[in-house]
């Protein structure tokens, strides 16, 4: 398939450009890729570290890809229900204020070797 990010031997197609952009507990990767007949699209996965009882971790990961000539309405879209939100949604707490809250204080007697 067309655009599919996989090359013919498996491996992942080679991004022309990538972009990380950190956002709390996840982080959005904005990939470049070409398909074949070398047409640029975008890939762009949302990554979140998730816990396991036994306290392994592994990432969770969402993929979209999009297609140039789906650009302009897609940005549209997404520009109309952020302004939507913006408006509409009351004020809430910036993510480094819960942040914040969510710190844990630490004496410097908690860190010391305990023999």
Do not use: C, W
């Not at 952009?21 to 990939?31: E, I, N, P, Q």
């Not at 509409?88 to 993510?95: A, F, T, V």
């Amino acid at each position: 398939m067309e655009g599919f990010d996989k090359k013919e031997n498996g491996s992942e197609r080679e991004e022309i450009y990538s972009k990380a952009v950190r956002a709390g507990k996840r982080t959005y990767f904005f990939d470049v890729k070409a398909t074949k007949k070398n047409d640029f699209y975008l890939t762009i996965t949302e990554s979140k570290k998730h816990f396991e009882s036994d306290g392994r971790f592994n990432f969770e990961k969402h993929k979209l890809f999009l297609y140039k000539e789906d650009f302009e309405k897609f940005v549209e879209g997404l520009n109309e229900v952020v302004e939507y939100i913006r408006l509409n949604q009351p004020e809430l707490e910036s993510d480094e204020t819960q942040e914040v809250k969510e710190f844990t204080n630490v004496e410097f007697e908690d860190l010391q070797d305990k023999k």
